[in-house]
């Protein structure tokens, strides 16, 4: 099993930033780490991944070009940078874990169904 843990949410004005953090423990081993999000009345969609062993980030269409993902692999954290925020990333963001998600193939990374962990999820609000 893994557990993660999410912080670093809250209200922040358009045009601002917000750094979420995430934090896996546990012994099962997993490939990639990620992050999804839910706004009211939408699906959850990804946002961004990356390697726990290779420096190769992927984004989704909403955070390309805005948003940064790291990692550190010996902490076992994960952080996604996000700037220049707009009222249409108010969400629940979620921190997710995958066993199965292979560097390269695109939907084993941005597939939610491919991400066995998940942490409880932080909320974002973007708002003036």
């Known amino acids: 099993q893994v557990q993660l843990v999410e912080s670093g949410g809250g209200l922040v004005q358009p045009g601002g930033s917000l750094r979420l953090s995430c934090a896996a423990s546990?012994?099962?081993?997993?490939?990639?780490v990620g992050w999804f999000r839910q706004a009211p009345g939408k699906e959850r969609e990804f946002v961004a991944a990356i390697s726990w062993n290779w420096d190769v980030p992927y984004y989704g269409s909403s955070a390309q070009g805005r948003f940064n993902i790291a990692r550190d692999p010996t902490k076992k954290t994960a952080g996604l940078q996000m700037n220049r925020l707009e009222p249409e990333d108010t969400a629940v963001y979620y921190c997710a874990a995958s066993m199965g998600a292979v560097l390269g193939i695109m939907d084993s990374i941005t597939n939610q169904s491919n991400y066995q962990f998940w942490g409880q999820g932080t909320q974002v609000t973007v708002s003036s």
């Open positions: 546990g012994r099962t081993s997993t490939s990639f």
